[in-house]
């Protein structure tokens, strides 16, 4: 059995003022999401891309409110509805956890998407080129979840199983699965991503192929991890709110990457 690290949340404090690793896990993601956004800007510019390094640089800001809104306001639609009607304004509180990367999607597209048309640039000309950005951000995401030791996994005998310090994890090692999606979703996709896109595709076959890895790599670690307390599992004492969410998400990938190699 492997012994949890016992990390501070807070880094440090001012006053009232204090610093998290939560939020610091969300700037380096941006901080990765932008060095690497300019030397691909700088790369594909040549051949064609869609953006200049400066013009990435707004498309990125635009990318950052829209992952924040997206996500939070995902989680409380698709998490936890009821709470959040009751609770208003705990909507607002972000240093608490509580972020869907299915609604941070769905807020990074709308953005990207009014991003792009300043800059003449098609829906997917602009997800084709930010999708290999993406994984960075979500392996320290799912960093920031393990420093929180919170989203943990299930019961398990395995030799790697933790004991996450909080109550309602319970004496009994459970799955790192946060550490399973940081290896997965943040550096196999990653590199799966940034390969592929180092050549020039068709239109959406980056984008389908980000919907594809993602969903799959996801579907496999809920079985891992525990699902939400409040929610438990949907179906048949298997299916959880993440397989759901990421079923849409692979359908569409797979439509995607089928219409870009067989569309004239």
């Not at 016992?6 to 610093?19: A, C, K």
């Not at 030791?149 to 459970?174: C, K, N, Q, V």
């Not at 991503?193 to 980056?206: E, G, M, N, T, Y």
């Amino acid at each position: 059995m492997l012994t949890y690290p016992q990390i501070d949340p807070e880094i440090f404090s001012i006053g009232p003022l204090s610093v998290r690793w939560y939020g610091t896990m969300y700037l380096l993601g941006f901080l990765a999401a932008w060095i690497l956004g300019r030397y691909r800007a700088k790369q594909q510019r040549r051949l064609g891309g869609p953006f200049t390094v400066q013009q990435f640089d707004d498309v990125l800001v635009w990318g950052l409110f829209g992952v924040i809104l997206g996500a939070r306001l995902g989680y409380c639609l698709f998490y936890n509805p009821l709470y959040y009607l009751h609770n208003p304004l705990e909507i607002f509180a972000l240093w608490e956890g509580g972020m869907s990367f299915h609604g941070g999607l769905l807020g990074v597209i709308l953005m990207q998407w009014l991003a792009g048309r300043r800059y003449g640039a098609s829906l997917f000309r602009t997800m084709d080129f930010v999708a290999p950005l993406v994984p960075p951000g979500l392996f320290f995401g799912r960093m920031g979840n393990f420093i929180n030791a919170e989203l943990w996994g299930r019961y398990t005998d395995l030799p790697w199983g933790m004991i996450f310090p909080t109550s309602a994890a319970g004496p009994l090692p459970r799955h790192p699965s946060q550490l399973y999606e940081a290896a997965l979703e943040g550096i196999a996709l990653f590199f799966i991503l940034w390969i592929f896109s180092s050549k020039k595709r068709p239109l959406r076959a980056v984008s389908g192929l980000f919907l594809i890895g993602y969903a799959s790599f996801r579907f496999m670690v809920e079985f891992a991890r525990e699902p939400d307390a409040h929610l438990g599992f949907l179906l048949g004492g298997w299916l959880t709110m993440g397989m759901l969410l990421c079923l849409p998400m692979l359908a569409f990938g797979v439509f995607l990457l089928w219409k870009a190699y067989h569309t004239k």
